[in-house]
């Protein structure tokens, strides 16, 4: 200890400096390493896993946070050009997307792919049009900051560097489905327009988990560590033991018709006059009679050449022939110039002015030449100079030329033409009655739905604001809370009443009308300023709240009122909590070799005694008529339809009723049989192993292959059905990708705004 404290006064001005240099670097220094969430907090846990690398809590929280600088930076880059920033293809900010920009990156490294300076400068001269200059592009980087930190130029390059090259190698994957090829065009055709009547025999796997011999409990366990944090879904073979979200609520449904019935009874005679007359300029305005032109000459013919020339220069008179000081004068006097032409049968009798291109006045039928036009726009014009007496004021000067005009007409003179518009003519009041009644009694309804919902939403924030008091203060013997009486309140205001057990999100869908509802809400960031916010969001997403009441509607009118009582956020389960789950799965998967070996013996017995499925499974034996297995007769169907979609959806696979969730692999196997011709296939979730035999193609395959060559111009059905197989594709090789490079994420992904 001595030797040492000597040591300390021998050299205690220097260790002095020396420590103080360690202060000032710790106080100045650690802090924005810390804030970039590095590595010095000693908590750093590792997030994914892959060959040659992995990446740290710290490093994703970095690479979102310059993914989401570039998109900054690439979005006001793109306002200073002028472009629509909701029409941008941003990088998307997730952590799965930034581990599959690392993985497709390496994979662009392999392949020799390299983006220099002057690539990312190329890049942003085509994002911008070669319109936003170094100045602005400046002005742009010194607003853009992580925490408190300023963002480079070479940060910026860097980020986009990474990002591009991931990006060149995915157009280089989708350059290899370029063309679309004759043969994928036929086949694309094939699943739109031919039709399968088939047998459908269905062999369940559950028939055979009895049969799958007893795991052993390191094999569950290492089951269980494979699909432990994997969400269940319906459409997968496999399975997941991860606890998705789950929630219970109660609803008030009021239907559409019931309050529209009810509120039309009570529209009186005179409500519905006084609507009419109120709105009847705006909605009831008859609508206008063609033109009779039976007895008028059409206006090119010699008939009405010679009538125009007694009145008027030869309408073949060039434009250019006027001088183009008096046709900008002409343009100044009156807006109406830039309108459209209209048709040259046109009996409107509103003044128009042409364009340049046009040569005549047109007003009730009459052709008047430009340069009689022209001659008298610039004598109102020269009158205009000093007020005329017994002309208003406020009377424009193409009306003054165009009143000119007509009394110096010899056409007018002749045939005088009475210039005040025609009547309105509105539809009469007996022939809307309907259309207002259905009118008032729907305002009506929606008045009476939204008191019944306010009044009841007010009960239950008083409820929610009780029952929160009574469990922060358990200890002074409150009473707890009434709940509302959900089947009084619909008995009493005539609605319907409803709640759910603790479901999942995909369970929630299917209840029938609220599954589906939705509203629109105000959104300063969507086009109209406002967007559709779905039930399910309101329910699951992250802002959703127990006892909050939230309305919607259905597609047919009818109005929810519903509030969360329960709220059960996703979780994984110990391995002990799911056993029994997981022993069912795990014989489900084993049984499936089980159950496709007994669908193969079928199909090899229907060909060799040549009968149909239905006779098959009639002389199959059966304790129970019960379970006996079902022959289902499907079709006539296509392989993918349109549905009741929107055009310009791309095509889907058709529902085929009595299957439960076929896929591609299933409507391969049916659409490649021969008739009378059989096969085997699971669904989509490998539940059921279906033996199908065909028994009939509509049209045949000469008369398709002749609808094929009669509308090969009409491509834009078999273009969705090639992006949707390039997008299955581009799917796939992503897969490949992370199989490839052993991707293991130590820990679920968090999804934006969750």
């Not at 319109?131 to 925490?147: K, N, P």
């Not at 509802?517 to 992250?542: C, H, I, K, N, T």
């Not at 229907?606 to 022959?631: F, G, M, R």
């Not at 339809?641 to 929107?646: D, I, L, Y």
Request: proline share 7%; net charge negative.
């Amino acid at each position: 200890m001595a030797g040492s404290f000597e040591f300390f006064r021998k050299y205690q001005r220097s260790l002095l400096v020396f420590v103080a240099i360690l202060a000032m670097l710790a106080f100045f220094v650690l802090p924005p390493f810390l804030q970039m969430g590095s590595s010095f907090s000693g908590n750093d846990p590792v997030v994914a896993t892959f060959s040659g690398g992995e990446i740290r809590e710290s490093q994703m929280e970095n690479r979102l946070a310059m993914r989401s600088v570039v998109n900054r930076f690439l979005v006001e880059s793109a306002q200073a050009a002028g472009r629509d920033p909701s029409r941008l293809p941003l990088f998307p900010e997730s952590e799965e997307a930034v581990v599959r920009t690392i993985l497709v990156a390496k994979e662009a490294e392999q392949a020799g792919l390299v983006i220099s300076d002057q690539a990312i400068n190329n890049f942003l001269s085509e994002w911008t049009n070669d319109l936003v200059g170094t100045q602005e592009f400046d002005a742009i980087l010194s607003r853009l900051r992580v925490g408190q930190m300023q963002i480079t130029q070479e940060q910026i390059f860097e980020a986009l560097r990474g990002e591009l090259v991931a990006r060149n190698m995915l157009i280089l994957f989708q350059t290899g489905f370029s063309g679309d090829p004759s043969g994928w065009r036929w086949d694309y055709f094939r699943r739109l327009e031919q039709n399968a009547v088939a047998e459908i025999f269905p062999v369940p796997v559950e028939l055979f988990s009895a049969q799958v011999r007893t795991p052993s409990e390191r094999e569950l366990e290492t089951f269980f560590e494979r699909y432990r944090n994997t969400l269940p879904e319906p459409s997968s073979s496999d399975p997941g033991f991860r606890e998705p979200h789950r929630m219970k609520c109660e609803y008030l449904v009021a239907s559409r018709e019931t309050f529209e019935k009810a509120a039309a009874g009570e529209i009186t005679q005179e409500q519905i006059s006084e609507y009419y007359e109120k709105n009847k300029t705006t909605m009831f305005r008859a609508k206008p009679k063609a033109p009779d032109l039976s007895d008028e000459p059409p206006v090119n013919s010699p008939e009405t050449k010679s009538s125009e020339s007694t009145t008027s220069e030869p309408v073949s008179e060039p434009a250019t022939s006027q001088p183009q000081d008096s046709d900008a004068e002409t343009k100044s006097v009156d807006p109406v110039s830039e309108e459209k032409p209209s048709d040259k049968n046109s009996s409107s009798t509103q003044p128009r002015l042409k364009d340049n291109s046009a040569t005549e006045f047109v007003r009730a039928g009459q052709f008047i030449p430009v340069s009689m036009r022209s001659k008298l726009v610039d004598e109102v014009k020269e009158e205009n100079k000093e007020p005329e007496k017994n002309v208003p004021e406020t009377v424009s000067t193409a009306e003054k030329a165009e009143s000119k005009i007509l009394e110096e007409s010899p056409a007018t003179n002749s045939a005088p033409i009475d210039a005040s518009p025609d009547p309105e003519q509105f539809e009469t009041l007996e022939s809307v009655e309907d259309r207002i009644r259905e009118q008032l009694a729907r305002e009506r309804a929606n008045s009476r739905i939204d008191e019944i919902f306010t009044a009841v939403a007010v009960d239950l924030n008083g409820y929610s604001e009780d029952f929160a008091l009574w469990q922060a203060r358990p200890d002074q013997g409150l009473p707890e809370p009434i709940r509302l009486d959900l089947k009084r309140i619909a008995e009493v205001q005539g609605l319907q009443a409803g709640e759910s057990d603790r479901i999942a999100p995909g369970e929630a869908f299917a209840i029938e009308g609220i599954g589906p509802s939705f509203e629109f809400v105000p959104d300063a960031s969507s086009r109209f300023g406002m967007r559709q916010q779905r039930w399910l969001d309101s329910m699951y997403g992250s802002g959703s709240v127990v006892r909050r009441p939230v309305t919607t509607r259905d597609s047919l009118g009818n109005r929810y009122l519903s509030w969360k009582t329960e709220d059960q956020p996703e979780f994984a389960p110990s391995f002990a909590e799911s056993r029994a789950a997981v022993e069912r799965a795990w014989r489900l998967v084993e049984a499936r070799g089980l159950a496709r070996a007994n669908a193969e013996s079928v199909k090899n017995a229907i060909l060799k005694e040549n009968v149909s499925l239905e006779t098959y499974a009639a002389a199959l034996p059966s304790s129970k008529p019960e379970d006996q297995q079902k022959v289902v007769q499907v079709g006539p169907l296509t392989w993918m339809n349109q549905g009741n979609a929107p055009m310009g959806t791309p095509p889907e696979i058709s529902n085929v009723p009595g299957l439960t969730l076929v896929g591609q692999d299933f409507m391969q196997m049916l659409f490649g049989l021969k008739k009378d011709g059989c096969g085997v296939e699971f669904n989509e979730p490998k539940t059921i192993c279906y033996v199908a035999k065909i028994i009939s193609f509509e049209p045949t395959v000469e008369e398709l292959r002749s609808r094929f060559f009669d509308q090969r111009a009409d491509q834009q059905r078999l273009a969705m059905l090639a992006q949707d197989t390039f997008s299955g594709a581009f799917g796939d090789w992503l897969e490949g990708l992370e199989k490839r490079y052993s991707l293991q994420w130590r820990r679920q992904p968090h999804i934006p705004g969750r």
